[in-house]
């Protein structure tokens, strides 16, 4: 084998892999959370006092006179999650200037898994929902929850390779972009173009600030919750407009220098407050679901709840395997040294994770509280679960050698801060 011989899952430079690392371990947090808060959901709505869950649920605030007398679950979805697809906003955007994916023969493989991962879960789910009230439901199964997946590598004692991790965030990166897309396409019942152009003003003027690396908070913020407020009003998921500002975000220093760009800057204030509030709170208002009584077996009658689960576990592994072999044939490449086909395996596993934005899509498919939703909650909890049972097993098959993999990514000889096998000459490069 010849070292021009491309690589799959090659490693990446160790600034970025520093940086996906700290990212991952804030996610860690987060995803603990976020359990906490689906898991108090769960036994609440299960317990002779779920009434009060549900009237805490439906519960109104905001000013009715700008339409925003909204229930606590709504403020929740549209409002809480806006600053996750902030975020995630960011970190796309920074992919594509300065990350992975602004190399087309790096970004071919993680926009390649992204998409078949998405396509595979969705054909699977619409067979078997063809025809029926389901149907609309058939976006459910094409996301990944990166926060979930990486709370179950930490609670296994997973010791993935760097260049996993990294594919991993990157996918679930893409997988946000394509997800937010097929909420403003497919979700949007009823659209008022006025609205839409006004939050263009906040918007552009939002724009023009952080250009010039305005980083005022009293500026800043007014504009992007008008923004929000425009957004939601013209019909289109106000999670949208949390995408658009964090697109609009600066990614490269306007002077050479050490320290951090603007969407870094932002990224790293608001990941903790996306990660560790955002989130959680929306899955304690998403995730309550009486199973006791019947629930639990009408639920796995409903084609719904089958199709999300043969979806999120079995269409993930589908699809990004199947995309993930595709790549190979095409580039010719080989998976990277010490890397087999079961590590893909675990990771398409992990990518059936569905949790946060499935069950936002279940609810904009269905509507908040009917029974098809009650049977959407139902199909993600289990899907959730049992790919990350699933990944748990494959994962710890191989985390001997995952071991070995990682040992030799920290050896630092020189003591120069950077792991040697980051500083070898020839370093294999690949899609």
């Given at each position: 084998?010849?070292?021009?011989?491309?690589?799959?899952?090659?490693?990446?430079?160790?600034?970025?892999?520093?940086?996906?690392?700290?990212?991952?371990?804030?996610?860690?947090?987060?995803?603990?959370?976020?359990?906490?808060?689906?898991?108090?959901?769960?036994?609440?709505?299960?317990?002779?006092?779920?009434?009060?869950?549900t009237a805490?649920?439906?519960?109104?605030?905001?000013?009715?006179?700008?339409?925003?007398?909204?229930?606590?679950?709504?403020w929740?979805?549209?409002?809480?999650?806006?600053?996750?697809?902030?975020?995630?906003?960011?970190?796309?955007?920074?992919?594509?200037?300065?990350?992975?994916?602004r190399?087309?023969?790096?970004?071919?493989?993680?926009v390649?898994?992204?998409?078949?991962?998405?396509?595979?879960?969705?054909?699977?789910?619409?067979?078997?929902?063809?025809?029926?009230?389901?149907?609309?439901?058939?976006?459910?199964?094409?996301?990944?929850?990166?926060?979930?997946?990486?709370s179950?590598?930490?609670?296994?004692?997973?010791?993935?390779?760097?260049?996993?991790?990294?594919?991993?965030?990157?996918?679930?990166?893409?997988?946000d972009?394509?997800?937010?897309?097929?909420?403003?396409?497919?979700?949007?019942?009823t659209?008022?173009?006025?609205?839409?152009?006004?939050?263009?003003?906040?918007?552009?003027?939002?724009?023009?600030?952080?250009?010039?690396?305005?980083?005022?908070?009293?500026?800043?913020?007014?504009?992007?919750?008008?923004?929000?407020?425009?957004?939601h009003?013209?019909?289109?998921?106000?999670?949208v407009?949390?995408?658009?500002?964090g697109?609009?975000?600066?990614?490269?220093?306007?002077?050479?220098?050490?320290?951090?760009?603007?969407?870094?800057?932002?990224?790293?204030?608001?990941?903790?407050?996306?990660?560790g509030?955002?989130?959680?709170?929306?899955?304690?208002?998403?995730?309550?679901?009486?199973?006791?009584?019947?629930?639990?077996?009408?639920?796995?009658?409903?084609?719904?709840?089958?199709?999300?689960?043969?979806?999120l576990?079995?269409?993930?592994?589908?699809?990004i395997?199947?995309?993930t072999?595709?790549?190979?044939?095409?580039?010719?490449?080989?998976?990277?040294?010490?890397?087999?086909w079961?590590?893909?395996?675990?990771?398409?596993?992990?990518?059936?994770?569905?949790?946060?934005?499935?069950?936002?899509?279940?609810?904009?498919?269905?509507?908040t509280?009917?029974?098809?939703?009650?049977?959407?909650?139902?199909?993600?909890?289990?899907?959730?679960?049992?790919?990350?049972?699933?990944?748990?097993?494959?994962?710890?098959?191989r985390?001997?050698?995952?071991?070995?993999?990682?040992?030799?990514?920290?050896?630092?000889?020189?003591?120069?801060d950077?792991?040697?096998?980051?500083?070898?000459?020839?370093?294999?490069?690949?899609?």
């Amino acid at each position: 084998m010849t070292r021009s011989t491309p690589r799959l899952f090659a490693r990446r430079s160790w600034s970025e892999t520093s940086r996906i690392g700290d990212i991952l371990r804030r996610e860690t947090v987060g995803g603990v959370l976020l359990l906490v808060g689906a898991a108090a959901a769960l036994v609440w709505a299960n317990t002779p006092w779920r009434e009060a869950y549900t009237a805490l649920s439906e519960l109104r605030v905001g000013p009715a006179s700008l339409l925003l007398d909204l229930t606590l679950a709504t403020w929740a979805a549209d409002g809480l999650l806006a600053i996750f697809f902030f975020v995630a906003g960011l970190e796309l955007k920074r992919e594509f200037v300065a990350g992975d994916l602004r190399s087309p023969s790096r970004a071919l493989l993680p926009v390649a898994a992204a998409v078949g991962g998405m396509i595979a879960p969705a054909l699977i789910y619409t067979a078997i929902n063809a025809g029926g009230p389901g149907a609309a439901g058939w976006a459910i199964p094409t996301a990944t929850d990166i926060a979930f997946a990486v709370s179950v590598l930490a609670l296994i004692g997973s010791h993935l390779p760097d260049a996993l991790r990294t594919f991993l965030l990157t996918l679930a990166v893409v997988d946000d972009l394509l997800a937010i897309t097929i909420i403003a396409i497919f979700y949007t019942d009823t659209l008022e173009i006025a609205p839409l152009l006004l939050a263009l003003i906040p918007l552009a003027a939002f724009t023009v600030l952080v250009q010039r690396r305005v980083r005022s908070w009293w500026l800043l913020l007014p504009l992007a919750v008008l923004t929000w407020v425009l957004v939601h009003e013209s019909g289109v998921h106000a999670t949208v407009a949390g995408v658009l500002l964090g697109f609009a975000v600066p990614v490269i220093r306007r002077k050479e220098g050490p320290g951090p760009g603007l969407a870094e800057h932002f990224e790293h204030r608001w990941r903790p407050l996306s990660a560790g509030v955002a989130v959680p709170i929306f899955a304690f208002f998403a995730s309550g679901v009486t199973i006791v009584g019947g629930g639990l077996a009408a639920a796995f009658a409903d084609p719904i709840t089958l199709g999300i689960v043969a979806g999120l576990v079995g269409g993930k592994v589908v699809g990004i395997m199947g995309a993930t072999w595709l790549v190979q044939r095409v580039t010719r490449a080989q998976l990277s040294e010490d890397l087999a086909w079961t590590d893909v395996l675990g990771l398409s596993l992990l990518a059936g994770i569905g949790f946060t934005v499935s069950l936002l899509i279940g609810e904009l498919a269905f509507g908040t509280g009917s029974a098809a939703d009650d049977h959407v909650k139902i199909g993600v909890l289990t899907a959730s679960l049992l790919a990350a049972l699933l990944a748990t097993i494959v994962l710890r098959y191989r985390n001997r050698v995952h071991r070995q993999i990682h040992e030799r990514e920290r050896v630092d000889l020189d003591r120069d801060d950077i792991p040697d096998v980051y500083e070898q000459e020839g370093r294999e490069h690949g899609p």
